[in-house]
């Protein structure tokens, strides 16, 4: 959605606020107390009535809106400034666009969406034939600044990266290749073998077949997959086996520093949720910005 299409279809408050209404509606309403489904609408109150218990639900409750007392319309543009550019936004550039005082209001708003856009993720699971490495993301690296080398000179994080491709035959040739679909990235807890497993087995079908390097931390990952290819690392296996994993680490850090300059490590994984989220529906175009609509009007708790 442009600028001027988000003019036209949201012009004020109250535009907002009944667009949203509909998207939790169509979401699906759950009353926190006795967790029944069905709801009358207040249209004075702008409030859900639980028809059994009575228990009444605002618009924003259980969103990630909730407990914010900032505007629906300035979550709205917020959302359309994050998906209208392929590359991403700061939050600083962010603040210039929207012109609220507060830095610390908007770094937090547009964190919270992208705790949303992981949540809607999470929802999914990958499948089919699923390349697996890891990457080393460099916490607090500035843009211009020279690296520190020599081991352990800077602290980083270590991330799962997952890639479901698809292996095509070109029927007159014989060649094959790799088409890919969907990404996950996962900042893991620790180096050990338990970590990695787990973020297979949170993110990874079953009925799933997993190519590999030979990593001693994977010799357990069979466990958790139907089957479990591992090949020696090298040049040929980057290129061809792992192609996928490798183009979207280097394209996340190529992002992280083009746009973010810094990113703290405990704030990496909402980074990633929001790489991965629009990597995921590159496709989507002018839809995006209703999916993520989407994503912030769910109830997850």
């Known amino acids: 959605m442009n600028i001027l299409k988000f003019i ?25 107390k006795c967790e029944c489904t069905t709801h009358y609408w207040l249209k004075n109150k702008w409030q859900w009535q639980c028809k059994d218990c009575k228990f009444r639900t605002t618009l924003r409750s259980g969103t990630i809106m ?42 937090l708003m547009m964190h919270k969406i992208r705790s949303a856009m992981g949540l809607r993720d999470d929802l999914y699971k990958l499948e089919g034939m699923v390349e697996l490495d890891e990457g080393y993301f460099t916490k607090g690296i500035r843009k211009g600044s020279k690296p520190k080398r020599g081991r352990g000179s800077q602290v980083k994080s270590n991330v799962a990266v997952m890639a479901e491709s698809t292996e095509i035959e070109d ?23 338990g970590s990695i497993e787990q973020a297979v087995e949170d993110n990874i079908e079953f009925e799933s077949i997993i190519l590999s390097d030979k990593s001693t931390s994977y010799v357990n990952l069979s466990d958790y997959v139907e089957v479990h290819i591992q090949q020696k690392s090298d040049k040929q296996t980057t290129v061809e086996l792992l192609k996928w994993v490798h183009v979207a680490i280097s394209n996340a850090k190529r992002w992280l520093l083009g746009i973010h300059h810094m990113v703290k490590g405990k704030y990496l994984q909402n980074y990633l949720n929001e790489f991965c989220y629009k990597l995921n529906r590159r496709y989507f175009g002018p839809k995006l910005f209703d999916r993520v609509i989407i994503a912030t009007a769910k109830s997850y708790w």
């Not at 909730?66 to 917020?78: I, M, T, V």
């Not at 014989?174 to 620790?190: A, D, I, P, T």
Request: glycine share 4%.
């Open 66 to 107: 909730e407990n914010s007392n900032l505007p629906f319309l300035l979550w709205y543009k917020c959302i359309a400034f994050m998906t209208m550019s392929k590359k991403g936004i700061s939050a600083l550039e962010m603040q210039r666009q929207l012109g609220h005082k507060r830095y610390d209001t908007v770094w």
């Open 8 to 32: 036209e279809n949201f012009p004020d408050e109250t535009s907002c606020r009944q667009h949203f209404k509909n998207k939790r509606e169509a979401e699906g309403i759950k009353c926190k």
């Open 171 to 193: 029927v007159e040739t014989g060649e094959k290749s790799r088409q890919c679909r969907y990404f996950k990235m996962r900042v893991l807890e620790n180096h050990m073998a």
